[in-house]
Each structure stands twice: as C-alpha cells, then as structure tokens.
C-alpha cells in the first residue's frame, strides 16, 4: 500500500482535477476530458510499450491511429451497392493484383540469389504491376466517386456494429506496422524515429486522397453510434423518470406545474448527453482496464524481463540467444495495434471521420510528451500522463485567459497588446506543453511516476 | 520548333520551379545535418525555427516599409534578414543555454536531445503564433517577374513561355552564394576544419586542443544564418505561414537523410533530388508528348505518374527505398 502512495495521490488528484471541472464549467465538458483522456492512455499505453519496454521510438503514432478510425468507417458503414456494382469488380482485381505482385517479389527473392540482375527484376515487376493496376483500377475508381458524390462516393463498409472495428483497427494498424517494422527497425533511433514520421504522412496522404475507400476530405459522418441517440434517451420513459428522481429535490422547489415540466425537460436535454458520454466513459475504461491488465502481466513476466534487458543493452541480450530483431518487431506491432484500437475509439466516439484533422502535432508529438511526462516505461505513469497531459491541453486556453488577464490588468481593455494576448490565447497550449516537456526533461527525466521494477 | 517548345515547356513547369524549390530545401537539409554532424541529435524543431527567423524578417521588413526604405525592383525583405540573422542566433543561443547544454554535457543519448528538440519545437511554435499568429502572410514586394510568360512568347516566337519570377532567381543566386561561401568555410578555414574534425571524432579534436565551446557557437550561428534566409527565401516565393513551415520540417529531414546525414553536400544534392521527384513524378506530361511526338500518337490521358496529392508522399516513398539500400544515404553520410 504504502509503496504505490505516490500513484494513488497522483490519480486522486487527478480525477479530483476532472470533478472541479464539473463542479466549475460542466459535467459535460468534465466527462468529454474524461473520455479524451482514457482514449490519450491507450495511445500512450501503446507508445509507452514500444519506448519504454523496448526503447523503439515510434513517431508514427498518427498513421496508426488513422488507420484505426479507418477500420471504424469500413467495419461500420453500411454498403453502398451501386458504387460495388459500378467499380467492385475492378477494385477487387487490383487487390488480386497487388498479392500476386507481392507474391511474385518474394518468388523472385527466394528463388535467386542476390544480384543487380535480381533487383532489376524486381524493379520491373513492380513497375510494370503498378501500371496494370492504374489502368485496371482508374475507371473504377472514377465509376464509384460518381455515384452519388455528395452523399456516398464511395464503397462503403461492411456494416456491422461499429465495436468490432477497435478490433479491426488493430489488425489494420498491427498489418502495418508489420511491413514498417521490417523496413525499418534495422535503423539507429533517430532515423527510426524519423522514417516513421515521414511513413505516417504517406498513410494519411493515401487516407486523405483515395476518395474512393475514405471518402478522402468529403470526410464520413453519422457513424453508427455503440451508445443510445440523445433524441431517442429523451422520449424513453425510464430514463425521464431516472432523471426526475435525480433532480426531485430542484424540481420539488418550483411550485408552478408548466413551469416544473419545463425544467424537466432542461434536465431530460442535459441529463441525455452526460447520460451518453457515460456510456463512452464506461465502454472505454473497460478497454482501458483489460489493457492495463495485460500490459502488467506482460512486463512482470519474463518476456516483459527479456524486452527491458534488450533495451537495457541489445548486444548483451543478443549474446544471451535472444532474438533481439524478431523482439522489436513484435512489441512494434503490439504497441501500433493498441494504438489503432485508440484510432477507433476516437472515431467512435465522434461519430464521423475527418481524414483532414490527423495532423502530426496532435497525434504524434503531443502523445510523446504524454508518455514522457508520465513516466516511460511505467503504465500507471503513461496512462496518468495521457490524463495529466490532455487536461493540460483542454485547459491550457481558460488558464491562459486567466493569466493574460492578471498580467495586463494594469492595461486598458481596448489596449492593443492586451487584445493580441487575449486573440493568442489558444497557442498557450504549445507554450505550456513545450516548457512542461522541457521541466520534465531536465529535472524529472523518468517522469511523474518514474519505472519501478521489483523482482518478484 | 516543336521541340524547342516543349523543352521551353519543362523549363517552365519542371526546372525552374523545381530549382528553386530544391535550394530551399537544400538549405534546411544542410541546417539539419550541421546540427546532426555537430551537436550530434535529429532537430525536430527545424521547421519552427525558421518560422522564427522568417517571423523577426517580416517584422522587421514591416518596420521598414513603415519607414519608407526599399530596396527597388528588390524586396525589402532581403535588407531585412542581417537583422533577422542576429535575431535568431540570439535566439538560439539562449535555447542553447538553457536547454541543450546540459544534455550535451551529460553526454546524453541523441534520442533524449531528439525528445528535447520536440519542446524547443512545441515551445517556439508557441511564440512564433502568439506573436505574429497563425495566418497566411506575404511580404513581398519590389519587382515580381524578371521575365513574364508573355514578353518571351513575343521575343522569341514560340508558343510556350517561360515565367521566371524574381524570387526564383533571387532563391537560386543566395543558395549559390550562402552554400559555396559555406563549403569554402568549412574546407578552408581553420575553425571550419576544426568543425570537420569535431563532426568526425570528437575526443581526438578535443585532444588536439579544439575549444568545444567555440565550436558549438559557431555551429548555432551557421544555423542561425541558415534556417533564416532558407526560411525568407521560401516565404518570398511562396508565403509565411507557420503550420507550412512546421510541414516542411518532413521533406527537409527526407533531403538530409537521402544525401546522407551528417554530409553538407549530400545534403544540399539531396534537396534538389527530393524537388526534382516530387515535381518529375507529379507534372501531366500530355502537353509535353503532344509537341514531341506526331500527331497520330497523341496520348489520351494526361500522362500523370501520380496526382499531386501525392506530392509529400513522393519525397517521403524515395526516402524509404534510399534507407533500405543506402543506409547511409547517396552519399556517405556522416563525415562533415
């Protein structure tokens, strides 16, 4: 009890954070933090055992999560039978295409030896592949953009309830971070790190501009939804009288009949959207719960032993018969999956697909400073960071109103420095998550719960 | 004459835009693989520090057109950028001290400076946006075309014609002269040499009495110049706005790491052949074809490798297959 004191303060502080904000601002806006951030701890959880179980960095973290919100569109979407009927045929032998292109490269690098003749060949298949496929694919493709271009345009999904897809999405995110990892994992750290940004800004330019499977920038909307609608909560008898019974005491106070209702209504409208983010909070704090489970029993065993001494030092791990190459790879491709379940997650719960909005900042580089400022290596400490770190994010603009306010009280309210400030407030964020990043790299380098590891 | 017309045609469309593009980004990439060779880390915060320098070189080309200062058919932004060098050498010298330092003396892993370089990158962009804001600006002014399209068709009688705006030129003739000036620097003189050697091993250049101190301020300086005039150049041609230049941070690292990095000329070839890729595999060669080859073969489709969405992702895809074959990039990386 008394050793994990400091995790236990940690969180209740943290959670206490979240509750003023619903006493202060609103539960609504209190409970989307909350979901937010349960959805920021899988990510961090993801990147936390690619970093701090086995020192890979992964700044790929966006294309992965893209590649989950994909999944959430294709699992979910219902089918669009014209655009399958208009190009399916076409798009389905390209697929063909493509595995026969891939199988035909590994005959070739199987088959024969290493030589300028055999890249050669390879080249020419490649080449000559993606020739066949552009002029088998382009009439379909322009085929199913056209049918109904402003509703659908494209093929559409499976649609099936939109939960399968955080499982999809990390087989999506796991395939590829497969075919990264094979590429690329031979590389020293920072080209690692470099190599997998550039990759997942490939992943979203082709998520961004293949129209014909995303959608592309006419993003998707109206999601199936895991949760109940708001509209539907608000006609539903047992949940009017749930929120009479919460509110009697407010509601006992008006005497006036009409004027009771009206505010039971108020109460109904507001009581159905905490009610529905409930529903998120709780479907994602179960993800969040198996998650950490399995992350700790993975890092107490030996396999979890094993990973901390390859990273701790990769030649003498080697020397001991571990198979440090096919390690990294595994635990790339677990971290990427665990991130592409939060890919769908997020898409989940926004209920609509914006190609648009995956942007490197966010994704990637604001859930590194999660994972550091946590603690690296430690679950508890990435998940607190997740929280610790979107908190931040959300309240950095009421907290830089605050303090704008309070340094240029002196100054008049029409003076122009003082409007600049108060039109910038929403860039206090970087601000105050860069020097965090900064304070916590220097004078806590291990972050706020640092790596514990007791031999049991 | 047809031939002659559609070599006119990818001059214009393909050279001169991919010429100009490259020396921008040859600048970044020799500004990235300095502070790799030297301070020994990936510098994330690339893009942002020249948004910084190009932010104090608007700043100050404001002040001067406020003044009534020009420099002609020149934009007054190149009046503006000595002012901005020293700017952002102070600028980076302060991160420098308060931040870098003490990796560097605690000999930390590059991966820890890399984590640091994300802070400078968060918190620079911070002030980069709470001073001048998010918006797209331009500042040039002066003289825009050295030729216009029109006035060549007339003075030589072809069909196609060749736009060559001022700030290609301008791009083109700085590049030349900041990157020979550069390598002379480094091959010629002593500090310069004193750099090379500190790239290549640093406990020999710190035995053979090399000042570490020096070296590092020296290689801040040389960025500083660096990032602010490939950071004005690329804002004169096209414009400033800081989310562009933090995007263009990717085809800078993809630059560096295809010439090889740690390499200043691998780096400022490797600009040119992540420009020339990108614009080579994204232009519609149809007009092209249509002059070169008889009328009975015309082509039917535009002729396109890929579409210009894909822009990014071309450098990007070539960057890939380079590390999977050359490692080391084109050009054997990390000598200086």
Request: aromatic share 12%.
């Amino acid at each position: 009890m008394r050793k994990n004191l400091n995790v236990i303060a940690a969180y209740s502080i943290m959670m206490g954070l979240i509750i003023l904000v619903g006493i202060f601002q609103s539960w609504n806006i209190a409970l989307s933090i909350f979901n937010l951030c349960l959805i920021s701890a899988v990510m961090t959880m993801g990147a936390n055992i690619q970093w701090g179980y086995a020192g890979l960095i992964n700044f790929g973290i966006m294309g992965f999560t893209a590649l989950g919100g994909l999944a959430a569109v294709l699992i979910s979407v219902n089918p669009v039978k014209e655009a399958w009927s208009a190009g399916g045929t076409n798009i389905l032998l390209s697929l063909f295409l493509i595995i026969g292109i891939i199988l035909a490269v590994r005959f070739v690098l199987k088959r024969y030896q290493k030589s300028k003749i055999r890249n050669y060949i390879i080249a020419a298949i490649i080449i000559s592949g993606i020739i066949i496929i552009r002029l088998v694919s382009e009439p379909g493709i322009e085929a199913i953009e056209e049918v109904n271009p402003a509703r659908t345009g494209f093929l559409g999904g499976l649609g099936l309830p939109i939960i399968f897809s955080w499982i999809v999405g990390a087989f999506f995110a796991g395939g590829l971070a497969f075919v990264i990892g094979k590429v690329a994992l031979g590389l020293r750290a920072d080209y690692l790190a470099i190599a997998t940004l550039l990759i997942s800004e490939i992943v979203i330019a082709i998520i961004k501009h293949e129209d014909w499977l995303t959608r592309g920038v006419k993003n998707v909307i109206g999601l199936k939804r895991p949760a109940p609608y708001e509209v539907n909560l608000q006609e539903t008898e047992w949940f009017i009288n749930l929120v009479e019974k919460f509110n009697s005491g407010k509601l006992a106070l008006i005497s006036d009949i009409a004027e009771r209702q009206a505010a039971l209504n108020q109460f109904v409208i507001e009581g159905s959207s905490v009610f529905v983010k409930l529903c998120y909070s709780g479907l994602f704090l179960v993800v969040v719960i198996i998650l950490l489970i399995l992350t700790q029993k993975a890092l107490y065993s030996p396999w979890g032993r094993m990973m901390r001494a390859i990273r701790d030092n990769e030649e003498a791990a080697n020397a001991m018969g571990k198979n440090v190459v096919k390690q990294h790879l595994l635990i790339f491709v677990l971290g990427s999956a665990i991130v592409g379940i939060a890919g769908a997650m997020l898409v989940t719960q926004d209920g609509l697909f914006t190609p648009g909005s995956y942007r490197p900042l966010r994704y990637t580089f604001l859930i590194w400073v999660m994972v550091i400022v946590g603690g690296s290596g430690n679950n508890f400490g990435a998940i607190l960071g997740g929280f610790v770190v979107w908190f931040l994010w959300i309240e950095a603009a009421p907290i830089g109103l605050y303090l704008v306010n309070l340094t240029t009280a002196g100054l008049e309210d029409t003076h122009f420095l003082k409007v600049h400030l108060i039109e910038s407030v929403p860039y206090f964020r970087f601000l105050m998550m860069g020097i965090g990043l900064l304070l916590i790299m220097r004078y806590r380098p291990k972050g706020i719960l640092p790596e514990k590891i007791e031999i049991k | 004459m047809d031939f002659l017309n559609a070599i006119i045609l990818l001059l214009n469309y393909i050279f001169v835009p991919a010429l100009a593009y490259g020396s921008q980004l040859a600048i970044g990439a020799i500004f990235v693989t300095l502070i790799y060779g030297i301070l020994r880390f990936a510098n994330f915060a690339t893009g942002d520090m020249m948004s910084f320098g190009t932010m104090v070189a608007i700043l100050f080309t404001w002040y001067f057109q406020s003044l009534g200062l020009s420099l002609g058919f020149l934009p007054t932004a190149l009046l503006a950028i000595p002012f901005a060098i020293l700017f952002m050498g102070l600028y980076m010298l302060i991160i420098d001290k308060f931040v870098f330092k003490y990796y560097r003396l605690n000999k930390s892993p590059p991966v820890q400076l890399a984590m640091v370089s994300i802070g400078v990158m968060f918190v620079t962009q911070a002030v980069v946006r709470i001073i001048i804001g998010p918006s797209d600006r331009r500042f040039f002014d002066g003289e825009k075309f050295l030729i216009k399209a029109n006035e060549f068709k007339e003075m030589t009688g072809l069909n196609e014609g060749l736009a060559i705006k001022s700030t290609q030129v301008i791009t083109i003739v700085v590049t030349i002269i900041l990157v020979s000036t550069l390598f002379w620097f480094l091959n010629k003189t002593k500090t310069g040499k004193s750099m090379r050697a500190y790239s290549d091993n640093e406990d020999l250049a710190l035995l053979s009495g090399i000042d570490p101190k020096k070296i590092v301020m020296i290689t801040w300086m040389i960025a500083a110049i660096l990032a602010t005039i490939g950071g004005v150049l690329y804002g004169l041609d096209k414009s400033f706005k800081p989310f562009t230049y933090f995007n263009n941070m990717l085809p800078i690292f993809a630059a560096a790491i295809v010439g090889g990095i740690g390499n200043p000329f691998g780096a400022f070839l490797g600009g040119y052949v992540i420009a020339f890729s990108e614009i080579l595999l994204t232009y519609a060669y149809k007009k092209f074809f249509m002059y070169v080859l008889p009328e009975s073969m015309e082509p039917d489709g535009l002729i396109q490798l890929l579409s210009t969405d894909y822009k990014f992702a071309v450098s990007f895809s070539i960057l890939v297959i380079v590390l999977l074959y050359r490692p080391s990039g084109i050009f054997k990386g990390k000598i200086l």
